[in-house]
């Protein structure tokens, strides 16, 4: 019988950034709520903004990290928990050690983390593998947000961690995105949501739509939400290339799940990928993607039927593709939403990390 658990997330609580992973901890907490468990939330920080007044958050701002809020919590409190779940973290890291030993509690780590093109180098290729062999017996589950996730993991820490690897989705609130109904079959509007940071390859999109004509360029246009490091370079870029027009940086936006919507395709030109809440959020609104093959995205984009697949960093790809959309000679036709309900929902997801805990 499952009583209490704590669930570790390196996951800064931000208002102005609600997003996919937000309603899924909140989705969660009902879920353990109806079911009779108890959570304890360690979070970088506290928030109290929408349903987070409803989870017992542990946080502490004088302490450097989760791990050791946590650490330093359970040695002041003891409390019993029957699984510690953590999101965001390191995987393999002597933390594990010290929480198993210590709470003797199921530990099942989440890996949300995206591998660079190319792969890590070689020192640290070793150092995980070393990781991997003095770390991961005391990690009982090791879940990834997709398959991609699943064989990186495998590749990090060794082919040893097999029998303990699963798959959960991630997925999306179909109920909350609005649909998406007259796609524009020429002068498309388009859409980035992420992060603005180097390994978003949002500059080899500027550098694409530089190459395009100047009548296509009068009339484009592409709004890019999120923040990050990378802003101020990204708006010297599109200034430098004459682009003002073109491109808008709208900042954080807590409403992107109706905002999808206004728009016929999104593009996110990624080298760095786990498994994306942005993709799947556009898709559920009816809205394609024109993203890269990294990290899990043509576990959800297939290319020429719900958007379109080009390799990362390759800019002249990318501009032949906007350029076909803009003309109206390519385009996407079928509703992207249904693949969606079908198997990437909030739902399906949070009953799957449920069923980890049983």
Request: hydrophobic share 40%.
């Amino acid at each position: 019988m499952i009583n209490k658990i704590a669930i570790l997330c390196d996951y800064k609580l931000l208002p102005e950034r609600i997003g996919g992973m937000d309603h899924f901890f909140w989705a969660l907490q009902e879920k353990c709520n109806e079911e009779g468990v108890t959570i304890d939330w360690f979070f970088p920080n506290e928030s109290n903004h929408e349903e987070y007044v409803n989870l017992n958050i542990i946080a502490d701002d004088n302490i450097a990290s989760v791990e050791q809020t946590f650490l330093t919590y359970f040695k002041d409190n003891r409390p019993k928990y029957d699984a510690v779940i953590t999101h965001f973290l390191e995987l393999c890291t002597p933390f594990f050690q010290e929480a198993k030993i210590k709470t003797k509690a199921k530990i099942i780590a989440v890996d949300h983390n995206p591998r660079p093109l190319g792969g890590y180098p070689r020192i640290k290729r070793v150092m995980k593998k070393l990781k991997g062999h003095l770390y991961s017996k005391f990690i009982d589950v090791f879940i990834g947000v997709s398959h991609y996730t699943v064989f990186e993991m495998q590749k990090d820490f060794g082919r040893h961690i097999k029998h303990k690897c699963d798959t959960i989705y991630n997925g999306v609130i179909i109920d909350h995105i609005v649909t998406q109904n007259e796609r524009r079959t020429t002068k498309p509007r388009f859409l980035v949501a992420s992060h603005l940071r180097a390994s978003k390859g949002i500059q080899d999109l500027i550098t694409a739509v530089s190459l395009l004509s100047t009548e296509i360029v009068r009339d484009l246009t592409i709004d890019i939400y999120g923040d990050g490091p990378y802003k101020e370079v990204l708006q010297k870029m599109v200034t430098e290339n004459g682009l003002d027009n073109v491109f808008h940086f709208m900042g954080n936006s807590p409403t992107l799940h109706t905002t999808y919507a206004a728009y016929d395709y999104m593009i996110q030109p990624t080298y760095m990928e786990c498994f994306s809440l942005s993709i799947l959020e556009s898709l559920a609104a009816n809205v394609p993607v024109i993203t890269t093959p990294v990290g899990g995205n043509e576990e959800a984009v297939t290319g020429g039927e719900n958007g379109y697949i080009f390799a990362a960093k390759d800019i002249v790809a990318l501009k032949r593709i906007l350029e076909r959309l803009f003309e109206g000679t390519q385009g996407i036709t079928m509703n992207t939403r249904i693949q969606i309900e079908n198997k990437f929902t909030i739902s399906h997801m949070v009953n799957d990390h449920f069923n980890l805990i049983q």
